[in-house]
Structure formats: structure tokens, C-alpha cells
């Protein structure tokens, strides 16, 4: 028997909207964090290698999985 959620949610951005989110941030949250600008670029390039854009995606696994 499997386990699987009821729900799922998809949080899905692109990288200009989570770049400018990450400006956005007050200067007491960012400071002596990896929250600037270069750490994001940086962070979103290797996630976007890791997991490319082929139709693969946590959400289709579980429509294949349970259905809409």
C-alpha cells in the first residue's frame, strides 16, 4: 500500500521574479546571509542544471501517480 498526499502544491517562479523578490529584502534580513544578489544567481543557476525542463516535474509525478 502506498502513502501518498491528498495535495500537493507547486510553488513555481522564474528567476527575474525571484531575483527582484530577493532585492527586495530589508538589509537586516540579508546581512551575513547567502540572500544577495550574487548568492542567488548562483543558487538558481545550479538548481536550474539539477533539474532541467523536460515535462519531469514533481507535480506530473503525482498526477501520474493519483490522477488530477
Not at 521574479?17 to 543557476?45: C, F, I, P, Y
Request: proline share 3%; aromatic share 8%.
Amino acid at each position: 500500500m502506498k502513502i501518498l498526499p491528498q495535495f500537493v502544491l507547486s510553488l513555481e517562479a522564474d528567476d527575474q521574479s525571484l531575483q527582484l523578490k530577493a532585492k527586495e529584502l530589508h538589509h537586516d534580513v540579508v546581512d551575513g546571509t547567502h540572500w544577495n544578489e550574487a548568492g542567488m544567481v548562483r543558487r538558481l543557476k545550479e538548481y536550474r542544471s539539477r533539474n532541467p525542463d523536460n515535462g519531469e516535474t514533481v507535480c506530473s509525478y503525482f498526477t501520474n501517480v493519483i490522477g488530477y
